[in-house]
């Protein structure tokens, strides 16, 4: 911003300790344009905002502003998480969604690199794969799910969870 002498960046995950006249969270005082944050944790929204001080003396507050950290990557690239819940009852993806252990606290996860999980790996449980999909060139694609004892595949235009669609779904097992 011309004219500033210094920035003081808010960094939080909750939005109140960003927001008003008085923030919670510690400034980040500096006289730089770029910041490195350290310790981010993976899967976590974190939001910020930067108030500028003008060579008046006068701050000027800043819109708030969040971001996720990726939970995996696959060679520096965004990767597919792969979450699974253990012991889950029934078979619908109800049964999952309606589990108080979804989706907050699955019994593990790894990273992949494609939106495939392995076969033949286990009974009696539910798994979510979720990650970005950035087709090469604008046009009209098919998609494929298959799984044993139901399925959905939902997409978003963009990185907002509120836009999702279901595209597809199949309510028994595929071979």
């Known amino acids: 911003v011309a004219g500033a002498t210094m920035y003081y960046v808010y960094v939080g995950t909750d939005p ?22 350290e310790s981010l944790t993976a899967g976590t929204t974190y939001y910020w905002r930067v108030d500028v001080v003008t060579a008046e003396g006068e701050i000027i507050k800043g819109e708030v502003h969040s971001f996720t950290m990726p939970i995996c990557t696959v060679e520096g690239a965004p990767g597919v998480l792969r979450e699974w819940w253990r012991d889950t009852p029934g078979t619908s993806v109800d049964d999952l969604l309606n589990d108080p252990r979804f989706p907050n606290d699955p019994d593990g996860w790894e990273c992949l690199d494609c939106f495939e999980g392995p076969i033949d790996w286990s009974d009696n449980y539910a798994t979510r794969l979720s990650g970005w999909l950035l087709p090469p060139v604008s046009g009209e694609y098919t998609f494929w799910i298959s799984g044993d004892d139901n399925q959905q595949l939902w997409l978003s235009t963009d990185e907002t969870q509120a836009n999702k669609v279901l595209i597809a779904s199949v309510t028994g097992w595929t071979a």
Do not use: C
């Open 16 to 37: 109140s300790e960003v927001t008003g006249d008085t923030p919670t969270a510690n400034p980040i005082a500096t006289t730089g344009t770029t910041l490195d944050l």
